[in-house]
């Protein structure tokens, strides 16, 4: 049986999830400008005052959009590329087709006000050390997870080919949702092959 300090924590990360998305769903859609906390505590359907208790400060705010930012777009990659741990042998067309899909799950109507908020975040962390720092050790996770990736595809440095593959995904997104029109998916295929059988990722 669950204590009640057991729930008490819950119900608050619980509301502290709520406070980030709604957050995110400020910066997407009124820009930093109308991130604050009244504009918070409406998108999240509460009461005046409540986001003050739980982030008091614009930068807990951004704090908290970020790291629901990781969060969601982490289980976005855990569902889209986990798969590839059972498939022998790896092939560059597995890879690209799964990067192709991890870029249209990034880039969904329930995952395009992610990448607006990101992009918007970022200009802010070119001002705020710790959301800069955050920011980092957020990238830095997800280019180790693509390393096993790379290695599977006998790349020879895995650490300097996993930032190239995640440099490739994170423009080819932003390249998606900033740009008014999209790339097809038949021309993404093939510059990400263009890029990848061209590149250190592919031994031949």
């Known amino acids: ?13 619980r509301r502290r999830d709520e406070i980030a998305t709604a957050a995110i769903e400020v910066l997407a859609t009124q820009g930093l400008r109308g991130l604050t906390h009244r504009a918070v505590d409406a998108a999240a359907g509460l009461g005046p005052g409540s986001v003050n208790y739980h982030a008091p400060t614009r930068s807990r705010l951004l704090h908290l959009a970020l790291g629901q930012l990781f969060v969601r777009d982490f289980e976005v990659a855990g569902a889209t590329f986990g798969t590839l741990v059972d498939v022998k042998p790896l092939t560059v067309d597995v890879v690209i087709s799964h990067i192709i ?3 249209d799950a990034m880039t969904s109507a329930d995952a395009v ?14 001002h705020d050390d710790e959301i800069r720092e955050l920011f980092d050790s957020q990238r830095a ?4 997870y693509t390393q096993w990736i790379v290695a599977s595809l006998d790349s020879e440095d895995p650490p300097s080919d996993a930032e190239t593959l995640v440099v490739m995904i994170e423009g080819l997104v932003q390249r998606q949702v900033l740009i008014g029109s999209r790339l097809s998916p038949t021309f993404i295929e093939q510059m990400l092959r263009k890029i990848i059988v061209a590149s250190p990722l592919v031994e031949g």
């Open 113 to 126: 006000k992610r990448v607006i908020a990101r992009h918007i975040m970022l200009g802010e962390a070119q």
């Open 101 to 103: 899909d991890f870029i």
């Open 1 to 13: 049986m669950r204590s009640a300090h057991s729930k008490d924590d819950e119900s608050r990360v």
């Open 141 to 144: 996770a997800f280019v180790t």
